[in-house]
């Protein structure tokens, strides 16, 4: 049983280091994993981060381009804001010209005119009929420069209208020069403040703060995986350990193996000679049970003359059958004290299999002691009480019967209990074995008396 204990112990021993192997391969594993993952992580991350940089470029770019583009057409619209001021100069010069042209040609028609009527109605008296005939001509001329003048004023108001609406486009032009001055402004502003969020988004960018954080995470799973090294490598060192301590157990395991022979062979041997013991134990019943044929045979008529040497063998017997008890008594103790150290020099198991193995083979052998020591103190008793009986002068025939009568033993439930029990047997035989042999010195001694006496 300890041997299959021990095999037992060292099965659970593999299929521990075999789990704890699994457990470290799989945790190796997940490092690995863990590993992957945040190099993926991580190339995904710098991915991101240049597609920024190049969206962040292309942003920068195209906002120095709108830049530019602005630059371009303000630029455009000035020189063209210049040319609508010229022209609107060149108009304002060429309609003061024209209008004092006009106002210069239409006093010296008026004063023409003025002229004409004047002296047409100073000559209207003397020259009457003169006039008659030229008045149609005067007519047709006043007609003429009055369409003139007509015509003139109309090309005035032309003009003046002309000059009104170039001065409505040229101050159109300008408040629009001046929108777009603003929204230049506004847009170099604009400009400025979104180079400077872009300073500042590139200075404290998101990207920057995840990158800071994967930083850390990367530094974190390092520590990590530096720590799961670590314990593998205890781990390892631990499974190194384990299978020095299997080595270390199996050589104790072939070490206990063959203390166990030795140990069994030791017990063998000892049980043969308790069975021996048993044996001679058996004989000295036999030998008592011829004893009491011996007594039954003193008591007949006829054999007065020999009682006083039978007496003697008896006693003397007797005596010797005290002694072989003790000495068996003493043999039985040192047979027990002998097998407990046998049973404290095997090393314990662990289960409590084997250990209820050990102590029911032993309980067993004091179970079988016990007995066997109950029977001799049985017959003790019987041929104390047959010595008593022949004493007095009674029959043996009735106690004779009851010699082979089975004895009662109670089950032994501890060995110290059985030793116990075992050694109280035999002290209470040890006392009757005394007490009969006092009646047997007395008997002897009445027998001396009665044989002095006769003499």
Do not use: W
């Amino acid at each position: 049983m300890t041997e299959a204990r021990l095999r037992a112990d060292r099965a659970t021993l593999k299929e521990r280091l075999k789990a704890a192997t699994d457990e470290n391969e799989l945790l190796r594993l997940r490092c690995q994993q863990e590993k992957d993952h945040f190099s993926r992580e991580y190339a995904q991350v710098e991915a991101r981060l240049r597609i920024a940089n190049t969206t962040l470029e292309r942003s920068r770019k195209h906002v120095e381009a709108t830049i530019l583009e602005r630059d371009v057409k303000i630029d455009q619209l000035q020189k063209h804001l210049d040319l609508q001021q010229q022209l609107i100069e060149s108009y304002r010069k060429q309609s003061s010209t024209m209008y004092s042209t006009i106002i210069e040609n239409g006093t010296d028609a008026l004063k023409k005119s003025m002229r004409s009527s004047f002296s047409r109605s100073t000559h209207a008296t003397n020259n009457q009929t003169d006039d008659d005939e030229t008045s149609s001509v005067h007519a047709r001329n006043d007609r003429d420069s009055d369409a003139r003048i007509h015509a003139l004023e109309q090309q005035v108001t032309k003009l003046f209208g002309q000059l009104e609406d170039e001065r409505a486009e040229a101050d159109a032009i300008a408040a629009h020069v001046d929108q777009q001055k603003a929204v230049n402004v506004k847009l170099l502003k604009t400009i400025k403040t979104l180079k400077r969020k872009l300073d500042e988004s590139s200075e404290r960018s998101s990207m920057e703060q995840m990158l800071t954080d994967l930083q850390g995470r990367f530094r974190k799973v390092s520590l990590e995986q530096e720590s799961m090294s670590a314990a593998l490598q205890e781990a390892n060192d631990k499974l190194a350990r384990a299978s020095d301590e299997i080595a270390t157990l199996q050589s104790d395991l072939a070490a206990k193996a063959a203390q166990l022979g030795e140990a069994s062979a030791t017990l063998t041997a000892r049980d043969s000679e308790v069975q021996s013991l048993l044996q001679k134990i058996g004989k000295q019943d036999h030998y008592i049970a011829d004893l009491e044929a011996d007594y039954k045979t003193l008591g007949t008529p006829g054999l007065a003359h020999v009682q006083t040497s039978a007496v003697q063998q008896l006693q003397q017997q007797v005596g010797r059958k005290n002694e072989e008890l003790a000495a068996l008594e003493l043999r039985i103790k040192q047979l027990e004290r002998e097998k407990a150290l046998t049973d404290t020099r095997i090393p314990p198991t662990i289960g409590d299999d084997n250990g209820d193995a050990t102590l029911r083979l032993s309980l067993t052998d004091l179970d079988q002691l016990y007995t066997q020591a109950l029977r001799v103190e049985h017959k003790a008793q019987v041929i104390a009480s047959m010595v008593a009986s022949f004493d007095d002068g009674g029959d043996l025939n009735a106690l004779l019967h009851t010699l082979d009568d089975p004895v009662e033993s109670p089950m032994l439930t501890s060995i110290p209990e059985g030793k116990q029990q075992l050694l109280m047997s035999l002290l209470a035989a040890q006392s009757t074995l005394d007490n009969m042999s006092d009646t047997f010195a007395c008997t002897y001694a009445k027998n001396l008396g009665a044989r002095c006496a006769m003499q």
